[in-house]
């Protein structure tokens, strides 16, 4: 069983975690790359599961680690090079097998800059299947789960039929420590897919993504998209070597002009 901590007011399941956007994390006009967005709420999460007693460290004995199954993010401003600002999480409560944890970004003048919602798996690491933690109180899943970064769950998407836009193959520098693609990368390839102009005059405004099945070192994934409005697109990606769907995303732009 898990070191649970035992925080003893609501607000201590809130972390707070200081940001400033670096020069690596922005794209070619300054702005923070989407997934730079998402590995800071990831690593916020992380912060937030060590300091709960809930971290790698603490998994590790028990063979269980986490994983990002669905997230939802709504951007109201793009983040810029030198910004500064704090990203809120908690956790939020329990849904069947998904421990959801919510997120809002805000800068160093409290303007909210993006909120967000995400779904997490705990993964026996022999099985690969999903299941809930053994504890003696679960409450610190659901005691705050009247705080919102977003009001709804985290979307679940449904199969794409589009044109293939891309195929990539896994590198040496997708992969994580848990040796499969870390999910910062499904939003770079997803975002890659679209030119330099296109980028030029539009930014994301709302994203999700559902994770599957993990992509493994040496596996190639077909990326297909669809139009599904005037600004948003969806993604499916499908996993050659094993012949399964590996992703799927959903992305809304607005015009940053």
């Not at 399941?13 to 670096?22: A, C, E, H, Q, Y």
């Not at 922005?26 to 997934?35: E, P, V």
């Not at 409290?110 to 993964?123: C, I």
């Not at 669809?226 to 959903?250: K, M």
Request: hydrophobic share 40%; proline share 4%; charged share 25%.
């Amino acid at each position: 069983m898990p070191n649970q901590h035992h925080p003893s007011e609501a607000g201590d399941l809130i972390l707070s975690m200081p940001f400033t956007v670096t020069s690596a994390e922005t794209d070619m006009y300054g702005r923070a790359k989407l997934s730079a967005l998402i590995n800071l709420l990831i690593q916020s999460s992380i912060q937030s599961a060590d300091r709960l007693g809930f971290g790698y460290r603490d998994f590790m004995p028990q063979k269980l680690f986490w994983v990002l199954s669905r997230i939802s993010v709504e951007i109201a401003h793009p983040l810029r090079w030198t910004q500064t600002g704090v990203v809120e999480t908690w956790p939020k409560d329990i849904d069947k097998l998904l421990y959801i944890r919510d997120f809002i970004a805000r800068d160093s003048h409290e303007h909210v800059l993006a909120r967000a919602t995400s779904g997490w798996l705990t993964v026996d690491m022999e099985t690969k299947r999903g299941k809930l933690i053994e504890l003696e109180d679960p409450s610190m899943f659901f005691r705050l789960k009247d705080r919102h970064g977003l009001m709804h769950r985290p979307e679940k998407l449904g199969p794409v039929h589009g044109e293939t836009v891309a195929e990539i193959k896994v590198s040496y520098f997708d992969l994580d420590i848990n040796r499969h693609v870390t999910t910062t990368r499904y939003f770079d390839w997803m975002m890659d897919t679209f030119g330099h102009e296109f980028h030029r005059d539009k930014y994301p405004q709302a994203v999700s993504a559902n994770f599957i099945k993990e992509i493994k070192p040496g596996e190639t994934i077909r990326i297909v998209r669809n139009q599904t409005g005037a600004n948003s697109y969806c993604f499916e990606g499908f996993n050659l070597c094993r012949e399964i769907t590996a992703f799927r995303g959903a992305i809304t732009f607005t015009e940053t002009k």
